[in-house]
């Protein structure tokens, strides 16, 4: 991928609309979010498990979610890739490609509802989260491209293209696709 084929695929994207849906990748662990317990619940514990097996605790304690906020750090890169540009001294072009690939996914965004359906279960709404996860993956995956460094976060964005989440990473470095 280049970065114009990225400008380009941001404005098709149909964002979360197949949440919860296998996704085909064979590498990913997949997630669904499920409903409330109809035994009670309180609604302050949001329940994830794997898709089509029981909930288990154990899925939320192997997995980090990927950064939601442009605060962040690039958990698969660190700073390699920012010092990387200044090295190239591509680092004006970094700054305009993830701005304009930020302003893309936002407006890419903004007709969605909030909140989502398929992102939220009772008192638990992750459609914000869902929402920064996507801008900062396109916003790394711009980096790569202006540093000619094309990797994990690029590859994210085909999952973000087929409308799922790819919300996080296993300790075996297995995507979390929810």
Known sequence: MTL?????RIPTIPWFSRVGEPPGDPAALILRILPDSPTGDDGNSLRIALYQQEPS???????????????????IHGDALMRRAVELGL??????????VSQAVLGGLRPLPRPHP???TGRHDLTEAA??????????????????????????????????????????SELVVL
């Open 4 to 8: 114009p084929e990225l400008k380009s």
């Open 57 to 75: 605790v154990e899925v939320s304690r192997t997995w980090d979610w990927l950064p939601t906020t442009h605060l962040d750090p690039d958990p």
């Open 131 to 172: 929402r920064g996860a996507a801008t900062y993956a396109t916003r790394m995956a711009a980096r790569e491209l202006v540093t000619d460094a094309p990797g994990f976060w690029c590859s994210v964005m085909s999952l973000y293209s087929a409308g799922h989440w790819p919300c996080g990473i296993t300790h075996e």
């Open 118 to 120: 398929r992102l939220k």
């Open 91 to 100: 680092d004006g072009d970094r700054r305009t490609a993830e701005l304009a």
